[in-house]
């Protein structure tokens, strides 16, 4: 598809979704999740999109691969990004410590920090902090080894500096506008 998103590139790239979009399993008829195969299939595919997400964070920042220096991924890529993460770290403890242990940690720190440049507006960066703030929150939900990461990784100090950094009414319509629906 020519017109696919950088992120549903990525993630089909990896494996995580075939190319109509829909998240790779098989029909389980008459079974449910608790099924041994369908749970060792939900994890292979979420390790599979999470190992593609902290891809994008690194190349978003110019880290790895061939765009070392320069960034190949938009930032509403990386806003996107984040946000998929922050949902699948939600609820599962197997994921926030597959994030970790993937390297997610670090990358989404250093995303806090991001200060932009010329070609993104400050509502656009505002909107990255937050995803990856709420990220960052749920991969520290009831994971000790996470939290300790995360402080490691300067988060606290991250954190700490946009407590007075954005008028409070921006954080909260990049909120509001994160959690509208398309």
């Known amino acids: 598809e020519s017109g696919a998103s950088p992120v549903s590139s990525a993630l089909v790239a990896s494996g995580a979704l075939i190319p109509s979009g829909n998240i790779k399993s098989k029909n389980f008829v008459g079974r449910g999740s608790g099924d041994p195969m369908h749970q060792a299939r939900k994890l292979?595919?979420?390790?599979?999109?999470?190992?593609?997400?902290?891809?994008i964070f690194h190349q978003f920042l110019g880290e790895?691969?061939?765009?070392e220096g320069k960034s190949?991924?938009?930032?509403?890529?990386?806003?996107?990004?984040?946000?998929?993460?922050?949902t699948l770290?939600?609820?599962?403890?197997?994921?926030?410590?597959?994030?970790?242990e993937l390297g997610a940690v670090e990358p989404l720190?250093?995303?806090?920090?991001?200060?932009?440049?010329?070609?993104?507006?400050?509502?656009?960066?505002?909107?990255?902090?937050v995803a990856v703030a709420?990220?960052?929150?749920?991969?520290?939900y009831g994971?000790?080894?996470?939290?300790?990461?995360?402080?490691?990784?300067?988060?606290?100090?991250?954190?700490?500096q946009h407590l007075g950094l954005f008028p409070l009414e921006k954080l909260e319509s990049g909120a509001a506008e994160m959690m509208t629906p398309g």
């Open 44 to 55: 292979a595919s979420d390790a599979n999109t999470l190992t593609a997400l902290v891809s």
């Open 64 to 67: 790895k691969g061939e765009s």
């Open 72 to 86: 190949a991924i938009s930032i509403d890529a990386a806003i996107d990004s984040a946000s998929s993460m922050r």
């Open 89 to 100: 770290v939600c609820t599962s403890n197997k994921n926030r410590n597959a994030a970790r």
């Open 109 to 129: 720190v250093k995303l806090l920090t991001y200060g932009g440049d010329a070609f993104f507006s400050k509502d656009q960066i505002i909107l990255l902090h």
């Open 134 to 140: 709420g990220t960052l929150r749920n991969l520290a």
């Open 143 to 160: 994971n000790e080894s996470n939290r300790s990461s995360i402080v490691s990784a300067g988060g606290v100090t991250a954190l700490s």
